[in-house]
């Protein structure tokens, strides 16, 4: 396999994806060592680009994500990690971090 690529700030995708019903749960960002530090532990770890600090997913909440493995893309920059979550994904409480439809009214993309 190919070396992983990150980015110019060190860090990769990460798409977090419920192993059982295939759900999309969130994506956040990996660098080297929240990558090893989920290998090692076998739960989710992040880095928090606002923070600029590691987070161990659901280490207050107890929102743990139990890693059942972990994929690459073919291009090498962006991982797919397979998860049995013990709570729910999002901040808000929500199972998902994607529960609202885009609103193409309301939304600050131009056309």
Known sequence: MPPLKFNEQGLIP????D???REV???????????ALTQASGETHFWSRSR???WHKGSTSGNVQRVEAILVDCDADTLLVLVTPAGPACHTGA???????????????SP
């Open 25 to 35: 749960l969130m994506v956040a960002w990996m660098n080297a060592t929240a990558l």
């Open 14 to 17: 990460a798409v977090i994806q």
């Open 19 to 21: 192993a059982h019903t």
């Open 52 to 54: 600029q600090a590691l």
């Open 95 to 109: 199972r998902t971090c994607f529960y609202r439809p885009l609103d193409q009214h309301n939304n600050n993309e």
